[in-house]
Nanobody
């Protein structure tokens, strides 16, 4: 059974920082592209960032570019989302996702439908 476990969410003031982590098994992680998505209150899920295998290429949504950074530590089977200069509009449940249908390719994915497994999410709340 594939499991992705997110952590690092919480309550922070505007302008603050958080680092989200997502860990999974080596079998799931190795060779797979990974991504972060979020669902703001009352809104649809949206793409935040993606990273290919082994991590040389990343892509960030325009709304977070310059403030958020996705990275991965392949020795720890973990993907991170460093979030700086947080804004109240960043308030959302953040989800980690892994794309296992293809492996060891240099591409990444920005559409949720292109991912195969998801974590349960971690809440990020940014106060004004």
């Amino acid at each position: 059974q594939v499991e992705l476990v997110e952590s690092g969410g919480g309550l922070v003031q505007a302008g603050g920082s958080l680092r989200l982590s997502c860990v999974t098994s080596e079998d799931t992680y190795t060779g797979a592209a990974m991504g972060w998505f979020r669902r703001p209150p009352g809104k649809e899920r949206e793409f935040v960032a993606a990273i290919n295998w082994p991590g040389r290429t990343t892509h960030h949504a325009d709304s977070v570019k310059g403030r958020f950074t996705i990275s991965r530590d392949n020795a720890k089977n973990t993907v991170y989302l460093q979030m700086n200069s947080l804004k109240p509009e960043d308030t959302a449940t953040y989800y980690c996702a892994v794309r296992t249908r293809v492996r060891y390719v240099t591409s990444y994915a920005t559409e949720g439908s292109m991912y195969d497994f998801w974590g349960r999410g971690t809440q990020v709340t940014v106060s004004a």
